[in-house]
């Protein structure tokens, strides 16, 4: 399998280099030169495995002979080892409601189970060819701690994750900053986190810095963290069909940045029986007012009970853009063209309906998010983070579709315990932190206060 660039400015690469490169370097997003199709009959096969032989099975495609079947599988063994759960990602049922819990991962966050894989990835691909890893990254309050979790400690690899000052949850911030192994570099923004994210780009695109510091990415814009959220869409159907072809299952998906439903998405054009995908935001609705009007367009970032939510320009946007033009880059780049010049795109007629093909979405108020939380807690006794509350609501109207609980209730206990009067119990990996030491610089929200951070930070590199 080869990848290629939304722009169109990328030779084809293979994975591992797709992987190392993460954000092209003509400033588009990779994606597969295919999208492989799985036959029904071994996806009734799959339903039967376990997670960790599910991985397998769904990344090979994508790997190819970039790295042997043997050390794949220990990488992916190696990877969910780190989750409390047996199933990784299991199902539960509620109030009449399949949840498909996420956060059973060492941040409590559904980042892990890409994060803890790209992380793996990452030292094997370093150890194999040598050389050093600069990983950086932007975070509206999962993101960042997975991707600290995957790679802190790792030989040959320094992070750098941007998290907008004041604006993630108190547990997400020393998820974070307590972390104090010497690779771990913590960057409190005095912004937004589309800033967080515009520094990112806007340094990715600087090809000598790129280059120079050897830049790798984390964030959603690394296709290997868009594979890996495929898994769990095969997992939850396999459970939930029984590997039966004809049986069809919805998924409601919170989603600030698109990378996880855009997952979605794929698992759907790889053959898995999707029914509807629900888009499930907050207050900050510019992806439900897309596919309500076909026009995408941003607006102010408001703070709400969701932040990971709190996201108008969602980077991986560009990729669905990408399918949705027929796979035509020069149509991609006018169409980005036309939102730097205008503050928004627009598509036709033609390709609103597809839109509504592929997905139903709805914004979810904070009031709401807060309803939501209370009458799931009265009737089952099931307590809900913000952002599954979100998607819980923006499902409201359709009682078969699994709602993904995306993040642990205990990472987001001040809202929980303002609806229902009790804090969710902790899981262990969130125990203590409040109390630990950290340790976070504070910075303009500036790519040349970023990179000259970065700079002092590693000292001097040779060209």
């Known amino acids: 399998m080869r990848y290629l660039s939304t722009r169109g400015g990328v030779e084809p690469v293979g994975f591992a280099d797709a992987v190392m ?24 096969d799959w339903s039967q495995l376990s997670f960790q032989q599910l991985a397998v099975e ?44 996420l956060f059973h991962g060492p941040t409590a966050a559904f980042k892990d189970v890409a994060l803890q894989l790209l992380g793996n990835l990452f030292e094997y691909l370093i150890a194999r060819e040598g050389g050093v890893l600069r990983i950086l990254g932007a975070t509206s309050g999962d993101t960042g701690s997975a991707a600290i979790y995957g ?53 990715f695109n600087d090809l000598p810095f790129k280059q120079r510091y050897r830049l790798g990415a984390v964030n959603s814009i690394n296709l290997a963290r868009i594979l890996a959220q495929t898994i769990y869409y095969f997992y939850a159907w396999g459970r939930i069909s029984g590997g039966d072809p004809e049986h069809r299952v919805s998924f409601s998906v919170p989603t600030g940045n698109f ?27 510019i992806l439900s007012r897309f596919v309500a009007s076909g026009v995408y367009q941003a607006g102010e970032v408001f703070q709400t009970l969701s932040p990971a939510m709190d996201i108008q320009l969602a980077s991986n946007f560009e990729r669905y853009l990408y399918y949705l033009l027929d796979e035509d880059p020069a149509a991609v780049r006018a169409l980005l063209a036309e939102l730097e010049q205008t503050g928004q795109l627009q598509v036709d007629g033609e390709r609103r309906r597809r839109v509504a093909e592929d997905f139903d979405a709805r914004a979810v108020s904070d009031a709401e998010t807060l309803a939501e939380i209370r009458q799931v807690y009265a009737t089952s006794g099931y307590i809900l983070c913000p952002h599954t509350a979100v998607g819980a609501r923006a499902a409201a109207d359709n009682a078969e579709a699994v709602v993904l609980a995306t993040a642990h209730p205990a990472k987001f206990d001040a809202a929980v315990v303002e609806v229902i009067g009790i804090e969710p119990p ?24 970023i990179s000259g951070f970065m700079r002092e930070t590693l000292g001097a590199v040779e060209d």
């Open 259 to 285: 990378g996880d439903v855009f997952a979605g998405w794929l698992a759907k054009r790889m053959g898995l029986p999707i029914d509807r995908l629900i888009i499930a935001t907050n207050r900050n609705d």
């Open 151 to 203: 790679v802190r400690g790792k030989a040959g690899i320094d992070i750098f994750i941007l998290h907008p000052k004041g604006r993630v949850s108190p547990i997400q911030e020393r998820q974070m900053t307590t972390v104090l192994d010497a690779n771990v570099h913590n960057i409190a923004v005095l912004g937004t986190f589309d800033d967080a994210q515009r520094i990112v780009k806007t340094l």
């Open 21 to 44: 490169m993460g954000l092209g370097t003509d400033g588009g997003l990779l994606v597969p030169e295919q999208i492989p199709k799985i036959p029904a009959k071994r996806l009734k």
């Open 58 to 101: 769904v990344l090979s495609p994508f790997v190819g002979d970039s790295i042997p079947h043997a050390d794949l599988v220990e990488l992916v063994e190696r990877s969910y080892a780190t989750f409390l759960h047996p199933e990784v990602t299991p199902l539960a049922e509620h109030g009449g409601r399949q949840w498909l819990e």
């Open 426 to 449: 902790p899981p262990r990996s969130l125990q203590g932190l409040l109390e630990r030491e950290t340790r976070c610089a504070e910075l303009p929200a500036d790519a040349e206060a």
